[in-house]
């Protein structure tokens, strides 16, 4: 069965500290990996996501994410957070031919003290 | 305009009841989702349904029932409602695609259910 790990659960950081999160999951077929990013009291939005090509990959507010095929893994990345970058992030995972089913990590929690 | 919407945003209930949560997208998608997020903020998929046809039935106690009229609507229904299902509740869609070409599932601003 596939699953995802999110190794952080709860990150504190100050302004302009740069900022690592980890995911791996278990599946050995080829996936589609997601970021989402959950403001407190708001919905799921996407950050990024990988289907293929690049492993690098760049989303939206800064945030960037390496596939790194042979440690299963999709870490999340940004170089100087902000206060606003508060918020539960969820590293996702959908396994080739299994369309929709999106297996989330735990979430890790991220404070950005100002 | 909100892409994918859900109704009721909030929802407080005594057990028992019996109580329905609506969505509809206008994306164009054809294959719409529930979720749901529980107090440990951890996310989990119900159900699934493309072009009006169930394709993911996790395992969800049979309570809670889908409904999908068109496939630009998804509503859950959810029969004598216990403590347990306080949650968060996402409605979500996408195009159905497999492969590399993936989908990018968009997810609503959630429906919070609190059982009493």
């Known amino acids: 069965a596939q699953s995802v790990s999110q190794h952080n659960h709860h990150v504190i950081l100050s302004e302009a500290a740069s900022l690592e999160l980890g995911c791996n999951y278990s599946?050995?077929?080829?996936?589609?990996l997601f970021w989402y990013v959950q403001y407190p009291g708001q919905h799921l939005q996407l950050l990024l996501k990988?289907?293929?090509?690049?492993?690098l990959v760049k989303g939206i507010k800064g945030f960037e994410a390496e596939f790194i095929k042979s440690k299963f893994s999709f870490n999340l990345r940004k170089p100087s957070v902000q206060w606003s970058d508060t918020a539960e992030y969820f590293c996702?995972?959908?396994?080739?031919?299994?369309?929709?089913?999106?297996?989330f990590g735990q979430g890790t929690t991220l404070q950005v003290k100002p | 305009d909100t892409a994918v919407s859900q109704t009721p945003k909030y929802l407080v209930t005594q057990m028992g009841n019996d109580k329905s949560i609506k969505c509809e997208q206008n994306?164009?998608?054809?294959?719409m989702y529930w979720y749901k997020q529980d107090s440990k903020k951890f996310l989990k998929i119900m159900f699934s349904?493309?072009?009006?046809?169930?394709?993911i039935n996790e395992t969800v106690p049979n309570r809670f029932s889908p409904k999908s009229p068109d496939k630009a609507h998804l509503n859950l229904h959810i029969n004598s409602l216990e403590l347990g299902d306080s949650a968060v509740y996402f409605c979500?869609?996408?195009?159905?695609?497999?492969?590399?070409?993936?989908?990018?599932?968009?997810f609503g601003e959630g429906s919070w259910l609190t059982v009493v």
């Open positions: 599946y050995g077929g080829t996936v589609n």
């Open positions: 349904y493309n072009n009006k046809e169930l394709i």
């Open positions: 996702a995972v959908n396994a080739h031919g299994n369309t929709g089913k999106l297996i």
């Open positions: 994306l164009g998608h054809d294959t």
């Open positions: 990988y289907f293929s090509g690049d492993p």
């Open positions: 979500a869609s996408s195009h159905h695609r497999t492969g590399l070409s993936g989908n990018t599932i968009y």
